[in-house]
Nanobody
Framework: QVQLVESGGGSVQAGGSLTLSCSAS????????VAWFRQAPGEEREGVAV???????NYADSVKGRFTISRDNAKNTLDLRMNDLKEEDTATYYC?????????????????????WGQGTQVTVSS
């Protein structure tokens, strides 16, 4: 059973930074498609950032230039560095991975294509 566990969430003021981390068991992060999603209350879950096994990345337009997805191969973890946080970034952030994938299904960041999910970590940005 693949297990994904997020950490690093918290409360921060607008303009601040946070780094989320996702650790994986029974799933090799550094040779696979892995992504970050988020869901705010009353909103649908949306893809934030994804990286595939070749290192190609894709970001939601709302976070481009502010968020960076990366892997720590030695630790088998996936990180999301979030800079210049805005109130609208407030959400529960989830790490996710697909059981199988293609180039397009991975980088397309559609939640229906991702099978394994962490429990989520809360990020709250205040003004």
């Amino acid at each position: 059973q693949v297990q994904l566990v997020e950490s690093g969430g918290g409360s921060v003021q607008a303009g601040g930074s946070l780094t989320l981390s996702c650790s994986a068991s029974r799933y090799t992060v550094f040779t696979a498609c892995v992504a970050w999603f988020r869901q705010a209350p009353g909103e649908e879950r949306e893809g934030v950032a994804v990286i595939d096994d070749y290192g190609s990345t894709n970001y939601a337009d709302s976070v481009k230039g502010r968020f960076t997805i990366s892997r720590d191969n030695a630790k088998n973890t996936l990180d999301l560095r979030m800079n210049d946080l805005k109130e609208e970034d407030t959400a529960t952030y989830y790490c996710a991975a697909p059981a199988t994938y293609s180039y397009s299904s991975c980088l397309g960041m559609q939640s229906r294509n991702f099978n394994y999910w962490g429990q989520g970590t809360q990020v709250t940005v205040s003004s």
